[in-house]
Every structure is written in structure tokens, then in C-alpha cells.
């Protein structure tokens, strides 16, 4: 494979949060190649908040496995639930239900997430500087 082909290292992504403003946020290709390609091929992806613990998640309709999966993460990980097809982003100190692949950390804002309620729109899209 070419290094055109496995595209960038670091990929950049908006988090646009219904009624609350945007987060940015950034996945890292070498943490979860595979997760990561098959999401960004996906982007634009929506979906409605769950909550738990200290941590919003929302529904993909991506179904993958674990890809190097941790079951603890840093505050500020965005990470892929292989269990529930989710997208995760952990805002606050708590750990993952069960293990996630680690996709990369929010870099702007993550304090909105903070605010989200169950049920909000969350859009998640490439950044275009």
C-alpha cells in the first residue's frame, strides 16, 4: 500500500452538538486503522445521545470488532463501542462499559459534551479548514 492509499496519520473531525455549539476533535489512524477508515468513509454520521456514567455515546451503523480495544481510557477519548455500534466520547474520569477501540481525543470544547442530554442531536463530520 502507498502511503496516498493509507491516507493522513491524523485524521480531523467536527462534532456538531444540536441546540449547544461544535467540538472539535482529531482520530489517529495508527490507534485503530481499520475502525477509523471504515468511519471516516462514513462521515457525515448522526445519531442521538445516550448518556452513562461520564461519557456520551451515540448509535453508528458500523459493525466492527475490537481493534487493539482498552477497557480504560483518558478523559477526552473518542473511542468506538464494539458492543453497542457506538461512538463514544468520554468527557469526565469514567471507563468504558466494556472495551472500546481507541480512535483519538477531542481537541476543542470538550466541556459541551458535559451539557448533552439524553436524546440530542449529535453530527459528526470531516473539519475542512
Known amino acids: 500500500m502507498s502511503s496516498n492509499e493509507t491516507g493522513i496519520s491524523r485524521v480531523k473531525i467536527k462534532f456538531v452538538i444540536e441546540g449547544l455549539g461544535e467540538a472539535e476533535g482529531e482520530f489517529a489512524r495508527f490507534l485503530a486503522p481499520r475502525t477509523i477508515d471504515t468511519l471516516v468513509r462514513k462521515l457525515p454520521l448522526e445519531g442521538r445521545a445516550a ?3 461520564e461519557e456520551v455515546y451515540f448509535e453508528t ?3 466492527m470488532g475490537e481493534e ?5 481510557v483518558e478523559k477526552g477519548t473518542i473511542a468506538f ?3 453497542g455500534s457506538a461512538l463514544c466520547i468520554f468527557y469526565g474520569e469514567s471507563q468504558p462499559y466494556s472495551p472500546v477501540n481507541i480512535l483519538g481525543k477531542i481537541t476543542k470544547n470538550l466541556e459541551l459534551f458535559r451539557q448533552v442530554k439524553s436524546g440530542t442531536k449529535i453530527k459528526v463530520e470531516l473539519l475542512v479548514n
Open 51 to 53: 448518556l452513562w456514567k
Open 61 to 63: 451503523p458500523i459493525k
Open 81 to 83: 463501542w464494539p458492543m
Open 68 to 72: 487493539k480495544a482498552k477497557d480504560t
